[in-house]
């Protein structure tokens, strides 16, 4: 079993960054796969990033690409939010799974194990 904790959610203006965080705990191991999913109100749960433990291989849906940059330090997984817009207000998902033998974007965006609680992100326009 694994454990995500994230954390790091609040109010913003348009225009401003934020950085969520997500440790694991549990049975991590190097071929292990953290994502960010976020979910606005009245919408489906969206994929937003993820990275490889083993490659360091990063994803991004498009809404997001560069504007927002996910990075891993141990068993921590952090997502830098620049350039914050309206339509980025969701609740922000930390989700995990492992052991990732695929590769590629297909490989990551979906399919996830085990879940944070959520942390909310709100942009004020």
């Known amino acids: 079993q694994v454990q995500l904790v994230e954390w790091g959610g609040g109010l913003v203006k348009a225009g401003d960054s934020l950085r969520l965080s997500c440790a694991a705990s549990?049975?991590?191991?190097?071929?292990?796969?953290m994502g960010w999913f976020r979910q606005a109100p009245g919408k489906e749960r969206e994929f937003v990033s993820a990275?490889?433990?083993?490659?360091?291989d990063t994803y991004y849906a498009d809404s997001v690409k560069d504007r927002f940059t996910i990075s891993r330090d141990k068993s921590t997984v952090y997502l830098q939010m620049n350039s914050l817009k309206p339509e980025d207000t969701a609740v922000y998902y930390c989700?995990?799974?492992?052991?990732?033998?695929?590769?590629?974007?297909?490989?990551?965006?979906?399919?996830?194990?085990?879940w944070g609680q959520g942390t909310h992100v709100t942009v004020d326009s």
């Open positions: 989700a995990g799974k492992g052991p990732v033998y695929c590769s590629g974007y297909g490989c990551y965006d979906s399919s996830y194990d085990y």
């Open positions: 549990g049975r991590t191991d190097s071929r292990f796969a």
């Open positions: 990275i490889s433990w083993s490659t360091s």
